[in-house]
C-alpha cells in the first residue's frame, strides 16, 4: 500500500487541477450576498390566481427573497394550470388511484425595457391512493398540492437564476 502512496498523491493533484480548469463556478458563489441572490432578491413576483397559486407564490417569494428585498427589476408572471384525474377504476367503477398535476407557464420581464427575458414551464404531478377514509384522501390531496407548489417553484427558481446569471 505504502508503494502506491505517491502514485495516488499525484493522480488526486492532478484531478484537482483538472476539475478546477473545467469552468464550472457555483450559482451562488457568494451566498446571500452573491450576485445571483441580490438580482434574485430583485424579482417581483405578480399575484397567482386560486389556492395553488397562493401556495406557489409563498414558495416563490420565499426562495427569490433569500438575500432579502431590493428594488423590483424584473417582474415574475406565473399562470397556473391544475388537474386532479382518476386514474385507478375498479370492476364497480369506483376510483381506487388519482393523478394530481400542477403546471406553471412563467415568464420574467424587464421592468426597465418591458422586454421578456425567460419564457418557460415547469409542470409536476403526484399519484394519489383513495382510500376509504374520506378525510385521508383529502388529506392527501393536500399535501400532494403544497409539495407539487414547492417543486413547482423550485424549478422556476433555478431556471429564473440561471437567466439571471447568464445576463450579468
Known amino acids: 500500500m505504502s508503494r502506491n502512496r505517491p ?5 488526486l493533484a492532478s484531478s484537482l487541477a483538472l476539475l478546477s480548469a473545467c469552468g464550472l463556478k457555483p ?5 446571500s450576498s452573491g ?19 397562493f401556495l406557489v407564490h409563498n414558495a416563490l417569494t420565499d426562495r427569490l427573497g433569500a438575500a432579502g428585498k431590493a428594488t423590483p427589476r424584473y417582474r415574475l408572471d406565473v399562470r397556473l394550470d391544475e388537474r ?30 418591458g422586454t421578456i ?15 376509504s377514509s ?23 427558481v433555478t431556471r429564473v437564476s440561471t437567466r439571471l446569471r447568464q445576463m450579468k
Do not use: C
Open 35 to 53: 450576485a445571483v441572490a441580490r438580482q434574485a432578491a430583485a424579482v417581483d413576483v405578480s399575484p397567482i390566481e386560486g389556492k395553488s397559486g
Open 117 to 131: 427575458v425567460l419564457d418557460a414551464t415547469a409542470d409536476a404531478d403526484a399519484g394519489i391512493d383513495i382510500v
Open 7 to 11: 502514485f495516488r498523491l499525484v493522480a
Open 84 to 113: 386532479l384525474q382518476g386514474t385507478g377504476l375498479l370492476s364497480n367503477n369506483s376510483i381506487t388511484r388519482e393523478r394530481r398535476t400542477l403546471r406553471a407557464r412563467y415568464q420574467l420581464v424587464d421592468l426597465a425595457s
Open 134 to 156: 374520506e378525510y385521508a384522501v383529502i388529506a392527501a390531496e393536500q399535501t400532494a398540492l403544497e409539495n407539487l407548489s414547492k417543486d413547482i417553484a423550485d424549478q422556476i
Open 27 to 31: 450559482m451562488y458563489a457568494g451566498g
